[in-house]
């Protein structure tokens, strides 16, 4: 497979904050990148959503959703990586 190179401006604050995200979930930069694209090719989705805004005060109970449900996508991500996502099919089998 051949590959490409693409290379995009950031705001460093957004940089550092997002790419502080993709550490704790244990991944690179590359691999979450990587991992979000292939998602958006193999459903034609972009899955964000584009509403995030409208609940600026999170009650308790959704912090306690939010940071739950973050340990268990930090763990279905890695076991993703394994498994095709980041473009290596090898690992798919």
């Known amino acids: 497979m051949k590959t490409t190179n693409y290379n995009i401006r950031l705001?460093?604050?957004?940089?550092?904050?997002?790419?502080?995200?993709?550490e704790s979930y244990g991944l690179t930069p590359s691999q979450a990148i990587k991992l979000f694209l292939?998602?958006?090719s193999k459903t034609q989705v972009i899955p964000l959503s584009f509403d995030w805004k409208q609940e600026k005060n999170p009650t308790a109970e959704t912090k306690s959703n939010i940071a739950s449900k973050g340990r268990a996508h930090k763990s279905k991500a890695l076991q993703q990586c394994g498994r095709g996502y980041l473009g290596n099919e090898k690992n798919s089998r």
């Open 11 to 22: 705001d460093k604050q957004l940089k550092e904050s997002a790419f502080s995200v993709f």
């Open 38 to 40: 292939n998602q958006v």
